[in-house]
Nanobody
Framework: QVQLVESGGGLVQAGGSLRLSCAAS????????MGWFRQAPGKAREFIAS????????YTADSAKGRFTISRDNAKNTMYLQMNRLKPEDTAVYYC????????????????WGQGTQVTVSS
């Protein structure tokens, strides 16, 4: 069992940056692929990025490529999402999730979810 808690969201102007954190409980964090998703009002939850259990491999959706960077620190049981050059369309609730499968992008392939953190980008 893994419990996930996101933090770091907030209000930022367009062009600004934020770093989200996802703190995990449990000693098995390092065995999970981890991912970030987001859900904007009235829209479906969408995949942003995933990182392998060791951190050696990452995959980022086209919508975030070049602006968002996923990373993890297994010693701290924490995953991060560095978001740069934010746009108003990045406004959403951001969720972290853990999967027992390798490098997945689908919501139904993730076993554990955090409660989400709100990111609002003003124009």
């Amino acid at each position: 069992q893994v419990q996930l808690v996101e933090s770091g969201g907030g209000l930022v102007q367009a062009g600004g940056s934020l770093r989200l954190s996802c703190a995990a409980s449990g000693r098995t964090f390092s065995s999970y692929t981890m991912g970030w998703f987001r859900q904007a009002p009235g829209k479906a939850r969408e995949f942003i990025a995933s990182i392998s259990s060791s951190g050696g491999r990452t995959y980022t959706a086209d919508s975030a490529k070049g602006r968002f960077t996923i990373s993890r620190d297994n010693a701290k049981n924490t995953m991060y999402l560095q978001m740069n050059r934010l746009k108003p369309e990045d406004t959403a609730v951001y969720y972290c999730a853990g999967s027992r499968y390798y490098m997945r992008t689908r919501i139904d392939e993730y076993d554990y979810w955090g409660q989400g953190t709100q990111v609002t980008v003003s124009s």
